[in-house]
């Protein structure tokens, strides 16, 4: 019994040392395994994070080479910039956002500049009128000078420009000057030094325009733009030569469309006004768009203390029907009532036992007005079936139609009203 629990005491001595013996080996080989791992983990570091990150810089440095280098790619890069999305939480990626689109607008702004200058200036010449002039206090004839701008409509020399940069009876206002019709006119081209006559085709004092020619061909042509179109806020560049400095460009924005101005001979405009800088000599020049597109003719500034930046341009498109009337008859033909008039507000109306309206002063001796049956007295309350309480309403349904059209009016005769109806003659 003793025997064999000794020799079960051996068995289970023998397989405690094998399993010991077991642990031990598997124990060592565990280490040396840990051991392996560790010395290689140096090669191993440099495989799966130095390597790949000095590879993505290197990548980096590539493209961005490219991208400035090709053309396409960098513009592509420029929109991504131009519309970056920020939220309010964002203040530092916002400021920098903001700051790249800065930069890139104004690069673009200065390329629109210069593109619209280099393609535009071809078309602008400079006026040089000269007038013969008699002083109040010594009746020897002399000789004045004034300067403008003009722009090429037709490739053969005809040029658009303002009546008062050749037609010094709308803006002579000197008292001590009696100031005659111009005797010369120069004109003189963009990079041409030569000196060209220019003969007066025709003029209009109520739009202020006229029109000139010089004898020359292979002229570079303006392009028109549509004036209705122009917003409030888009590009605006005048080209003229301010000051005698000829070629000049200055830059700015459409401050308003639709602006409604009195020159000093009391003409009023519907207007383009900018903030472009338009000083004297820039009448007659051009105010373009960023596609270099014509949308106005530079006539008139405000001036005096404390006004800076407002200046104005009669729109392109409403010149278009003048210079070719100007071109083929050498003035402007326009309907005509044959009257002189007085608005009449409520209180003048009250006051004189009359009704709201246009009081009628005098009829002209065989106008339309006459043939009609107008007489002075009458006051005309409509016109077309609108209701007028101007002269201003009463001429704005008149030139919207023709020579020989038909206009009809209800007149206030003594209390009574009356329907009339005229047929519009050419203006004398």
Do not use: W
């Amino acid at each position: 019994m003793e025997e064999n629990n000794s020799n079960q005491n051996n068995n289970d001595n023998k397989t405690f040392n094998s399993v010991a013996s077991s642990a031990t080996e598997a124990t060592y080989k565990e280490f040396k395994n840990s051991e392996k791992k560790q010395k290689s983990g140096g090669a191993g570091f440099g495989k799966t994070v130095v390597l790949p990150f000095f590879c993505g810089v290197l990548g980096t440095a590539v493209v961005l080479g490219a991208c400035v280098s090709i053309p396409f790619l960098k513009e592509n890069i420029v929109k991504q910039l131009v519309t970056i999305n920020t939220s309010d939480d964002e203040d530092d990626n916002s400021n920098t956002a903001n700051l790249n689109t800065q930069l890139i607008l104004l690069q673009g702004y200065s390329d629109t500049a210069v593109g619209v200058a280099k393609k535009v200036q071809p078309s602008i010449v400079a006026i040089t009128v000269e007038y013969s002039v008699n002083s109040i206090f010594n009746r020897t004839p002399g000789t004045a000078t004034a300067k403008g701008s003009g722009v090429i409509i037709s490739e053969d020399g005809y040029i658009l420009t303002n009546n008062h940069v050749v037609n010094s009876s709308s803006s002579s206002s000197n008292v001590f000057y009696e100031v005659g019709e111009a005797s010369k006119v120069t004109v003189k081209l963009y990079n041409d030094d030569t000196e060209y006559e220019g003969e007066i085709i025709g003029t209009d004092s109520q739009t202020d325009l006229a029109v000139i020619k010089i004898d020359k061909t292979g002229l570079t042509v303006a392009e028109l733009g549509d004036s209705d179109s122009v917003q409030v806020g888009e590009f605006a560049m005048a080209i003229g030569s301010p000051l005698g400095l000829d070629n000049s460009v200055t830059a700015g924005i459409v401050s308003a469309v639709n602006r409604e101005v009195l020159d000093e001979d009391g003409n009023k405009y519907i207007a383009i006004q900018t903030d472009a800088a338009i000083n004297s000599g820039n009448s007659g020049g051009a105010l373009v768009n960023s596609k270099g597109q014509v949308i106005g003719i530079n006539t008139l500034k405000l001036s005096g203390d404390g006004v800076e930046g407002v200046g104005f341009a009669i729109p392109i498109n409403s010149t278009k029907d003048i210079y070719q009337q100007l071109i083929e008859y050498n003035k402007v033909k326009r309907p005509y009532i044959g009257i002189s008039g007085r608005d009449l507000d409520e209180k003048t109306a009250e006051a004189n036992n009359l009704v709201v309206g246009v009081y009628v002063v005098s009829v002209e001796e065989f106008s339309a007005a006459e043939k009609a049956g107008i007489k002075a007295g009458d006051v005309i309350i409509e016109a077309d079936e609108k209701d007028i309480e101007t002269m201003d309403e009463l001429n704005e349904i008149k030139n919207q139609k023709q020579i020989g059209d038909t206009m009809k009016l209800k007149i206030n005769r003594n209390g009574q009203e009356k329907d009339v109806t005229i047929t519009l003659q050419e203006q004398p």
